[in-house]
């Protein structure tokens, strides 16, 4: 997933847009107080790059939902856009079939000629899309072909078991729109972005809120609300308030603030596993931090149950983690070295490291998010007891952004993120491989990066597990991230609102497809 790629957090990650005008008046697109057919959701910043050859990030990819559509849904492989999809004998061809009389929210019809443009946008360099290790293999990309207007042709350069997974997480953008665009991530055009989706754009002011109108010739019927809007928020003790008042109607709220949301707001709680990943990353460009021996002294030094209990105030939603994979993940293992917290061994590395009371190390984290400020303050608490001082910074989700994205930045020791990344182990590789866009620990392994190519491409199933076992006990010995907790979700929703079941939750982005809810 793009996710799958919060990745996130996140997992959880690029430029915010910048406010951009469009129909209706301000005031109604922002309280949508005067369409009683509406939803208003609370999100916790601004959205960045609206396209998704480029987002990541949660916000971004909970309104890209509703404002794009994918060939396939990402977590059952169901088709959306397509029809369906034949796979030849020898597993080098991938046909899909579309969908007759697809439109974009122009107009226009979207036809394969948009898939194979979209396609060959990310494999295209120059357009530094993050995704497009999922389009190569070995050096060699995918081949993409419209054999007519609702048919794409997919021809590997080899047998690569990932990509079914890469299909399931693919969103087509408009050619019209694109074409002869040489930046597409940096384009205007994303200000105002024509999708497939459920909902089109209205009009967004920064900070404030993002308003869609429902699309009345989506794919799969027209979407039973009229308008969407999502409320922008940072304050999340506002966001709750405004959730109780009814002047939000759903939000995804912290695990810790359940008790006290459910009894003051006339709302119905939604948990499930997310499949998502808390975890520190430690930042090698900072010199202390190139030694293993202090990162490993670090994660002794810490006790999971303890950093649970801190950001979520019990065990009931967030489990231990021990792989950087989830447990979801095909041919996850948690045979793996966890660090179980033994502060005499922290000590002895730490002794071992080179590490100096003159070394300033410190801890990013999100300003608006009460459960990383708590895991934050916890290990600084922590380390202080083998002697390690850190300094915390807590920091706007958009700064944060910019800073952990630089992959030369030493401006960040420690980062506290989270990311869900899909069924397939093949998309975390943008997260540790050299050099990709997300590897926040600026790890670099060249043996490691060997096998992430080879495990795409390995059609042997027991080989094909024998690679990911290998890499996630490298990547645990080598102490690149340490693995905090497999997370659950909690939405609050309106009790007013119906459908959630067929709109199906699903990790990060709340709902699979808005179109389902209505008001009874």
């Given at each position: 997933m793009k996710k799958s790629i919060l990745?996130?957090?996140?997992?959880?990650?690029?430029?915010?847009?910048?406010?951009?005008?469009?129909?209706?008046?301000?005031?109604?697109?922002?309280?949508?107080?005067?369409?009683?057919?509406?939803?208003?959701?609370?999100?916790?910043?601004?959205?960045?790059?609206?396209?998704?050859?480029?987002?990541?990030?949660?916000?971004?990819?909970?309104?890209?939902?509703?404002?794009?559509?994918?060939?396939?849904?990402?977590?059952?492989?169901?088709?959306?856009?397509?029809?369906?999809?034949?796979?030849?004998?020898?597993?080098?061809?991938?046909?899909?079939t579309l969908k007759d009389g697809l439109k974009w929210h122009d107009g226009k019809p979207l036809t394969a000629d948009d898939v194979v443009f979209s396609v060959n946008s990310i494999i295209d360099e120059k357009q530094n899309s993050p995704f497009r290790g999922s389009w190569v293999f070995n050096n060699k990309p995918v081949k993409a072909v419209a054999e007519n207007a609702t048919t794409v042709k997919?021809?590997?350069?080899?047998?690569?078991?990932?990509?079914?997974?890469?299909?399931?997480?693919?969103?087509?953008?408009?050619?019209?729109?694109?074409?002869?665009?040489?930046?597409?991530?940096?384009?205007?055009?994303?200000?105002?972005?024509?999708?497939?989706?459920?909902?089109?754009?209205?009009?967004?002011?920064?900070?404030?809120?993002?308003?869609?109108?429902?699309?009345?010739?989506?794919?799969d019927g027209k979407p039973k609300l009229d308008k969407v809007t999502y409320r922008i928020t940072k304050d999340q003790n506002a966001a709750n308030l405004a959730l109780q008042n009814g002047e939000i109607n759903l939000k995804s709220i912290q695990p810790a603030e359940r008790n006290k949301v459910e009894k003051a707001s006339d709302v119905n709680i939604i948990t499930y596993p997310e499949n998502r990943l808390s975890y520190i990353a430690f930042n090698q460009n900072v010199a202390a931090l190139k030694s293993k021996d202090l990162r490993q002294a670090i994660s002794l030094t810490l006790d999971r149950k303890d950093l649970i209990d801190a950001a979520y105030g019990s065990q009931e939603y967030a489990k231990p983690a021990s792989s950087f994979l989830t447990e979801n993940t095909k041919f996850f293992t948690d045979k793996v070295e966890t660090y179980n917290q033994d502060i005499t061994k922290a000590k002895e590395l730490l002794a071992k490291s080179g590490y100096k009371s003159s070394d300033k190390l410190n801890i990013i984290y999100l300003n608006n998010s009460k459960a990383q400020e708590s895991i934050a303050l916890y290990v600084q608490e922590q380390?202080?007891?083998?002697?390690?001082?850190?300094?915390?910074?807590?920091?706007?989700?958009?700064?944060?952004?910019?800073?952990?994205?630089?992959?030369?930045?030493?401006a960040y020791s420690l980062m506290l993120g989270g990311y869900i990344m899909g069924n397939d182990p093949d998309p975390y590789k943008t997260l540790y491989m050299t050099g990709e866009p997300y590897n926040y620990s600026n790890y670099s392994n060249p043996a490691l990066d060997k096998l992430w190519n080879e495990g795409a491409v390995t059609a042997d199933e027991p080989k094909r597990q024998a690679i990911y076992e290998q890499i996630q006990t490298t990547i645990a010995d080598d102490a690149v991230v340490y693995p905090i907790s497999y997370d659950n979700a909690v939405l609050a929703i309106d009790k007013k609102y119906q459908g959630t079941k067929e709109a199906t939750p699903q990790p990060v982005t709340m709902f699979r497809d808005l179109s389902k809810l209505y008001i009874k």
């Open positions: 990745f996130v957090f996140t997992l959880t990650l690029m430029l915010v847009l910048a406010a951009c005008g469009g129909s209706g008046s301000s005031s109604d697109s922002a309280s949508g107080s005067k369409d009683n057919n509406s939803i208003i959701i609370g999100v916790p910043g601004d959205p960045e790059v609206v396209n998704p050859l480029y987002s990541s990030d949660r916000v971004t990819l909970t309104i890209q939902q509703a404002l794009y559509a994918p060939l396939f849904w990402e977590y059952d492989g169901k088709p959306a856009l397509a029809d369906k999809l034949d796979v030849s004998a020898d597993n080098l061809t991938y046909t899909v997919f021809t590997l350069p080899e047998v690569a078991p990932a990509f079914e997974n890469t299909l399931n997480t693919f969103y087509p953008i408009p050619k019209h729109i694109f074409e002869g665009v040489a930046d597409i991530g940096k384009s205007d055009k994303n200000n105002e972005p024509v999708g497939s989706g459920p909902y089109k754009f209205v009009n967004y002011k920064s900070g404030e809120y993002y308003s869609l109108e429902k699309f009345d010739d989506y794919f380390l202080k007891s083998i002697g390690v001082s850190i300094e915390l910074k807590p920091t706007d989700p958009t700064a944060m952004n910019n800073i952990t994205l630089d992959r030369k930045s030493d």
